[in-house]
């Protein structure tokens, strides 16, 4: 069974930045992709970005040009840096593997943006 878990989430002022962190229990480089959805409160859970093990990415196009998804093979770990934060990215940030075997997801991580 393939875990993922999450860190990184909290409270941040609206400007601020956070970076998550996805550690999975086996090797990222076997996932077809890794990815970051979020879901706002009262929202659809919504991709924010994906990087395929090939390296190419798609970014949503409201965090394009403030966020970064990009990985650490030898730490099997997958990351988020999430730059200049609006209030309207305060959501419960999940990851998501894409593998042979199946989807898997992680427990998810809050971040609030605040003043």
């Known amino acids: 069974q393939v875990q993922l878990v999450e860190s990184g989430g909290g409270l941040v002022q609206p400007g601020g930045s956070l970076r998550l962190s996805c550690s999975a229990s086996r090797s990222i480089s076997s996932f077809n992709a890794m990815a970051w959805y979020r879901q706002p409160p009262g929202k659809q859970r919504e991709l924010v970005a994906s990087?395929?093990?090939?390296?190419?990415?798609v970014y949503a196009d409201s965090v394009k040009g403030r966020f970064t998804i990009f990985r650490d093979n030898a730490k099997n770990t997958v990351y988020l840096q999430m730059n200049s934060l609006k209030l309207e990215d305060t959501a419960v940030y999940y990851c998501?593997?894409?593998?042979?075997?199946?989807?898997?997801w992680g427990q998810g991580t809050q971040v609030t943006v605040s003043s």
């Open positions: 998501n593997g894409d593998h042979s075997r199946g989807q898997y």
């Open positions: 990087l395929t093990r090939y390296g190419l990415t």
